[in-house]
């Protein structure tokens, strides 16, 4: 069974955390490990550890240059014409969840931040409604209705 999460191993700054899968992606993952039932990894490949390169510390089955070589064909294929790297998803990612009105705390940690000021950057960038002003007893009284 495939589980709604996936745990992301030595990530940015060394840590491990949970990262939530959405529903179309467990599709796809399920019909690859069905094609191509890998054994160890979900995607296996060969490769030593490799450290110290510029931009940080690879496992040999994913090189930096070929992880950016697959989002520069995924850009093309999607006909993105803005310039965009590895990051840029990474920011999109956070971006796209603010926006959706996930709490900046539990953003802090699915980006794996040590402090929350690293997160906050992300709050100039997302276009979020603003709501008006409340009284938080207002809705205490009306919830009790």
Not at 47 to 68: H, L, M, T
Not at 115 to 138: G, N, W
Request: charge should be positive; include cysteine; proline fraction near 3%.
């Amino acid at each position: 069974m495939i589980e709604r999460y996936f745990t992301l191993k030595d990530g940015k700054g060394k840590k491990d955390r949970y990262v939530p899968l959405a529903d179309i992606l467990i599709r796809g993952i399920k019909t690859y490990l069905e094609a191509e039932q890998p054994i160890e990894w979900l995607f296996n490949s060969k490769g030593e550890q490799i450290i110290g390169r510029a931009g940080g510390d690879f496992d040999g089955r994913y090189s930096q240059r070929g992880v950016q070589w697959a989002v520069n064909e995924a850009k093309k294929k999607a006909g993105i014409l803005k310039p965009m790297n590895v990051h840029t998803l990474r920011h999109t990612y956070a971006t796209h969840l603010l926006e959706e009105g996930l709490d900046i705390l539990t953003i802090k940690d699915l980006l794996g931040h040590e402090c929350i000021d690293t997160t906050m950057i992300y709050l100039h960038v997302a276009q979020t409604e603003k709501c008006r002003a409340f009284s938080p007893l207002d809705r205490l009284y009306l919830s009790r209705k």
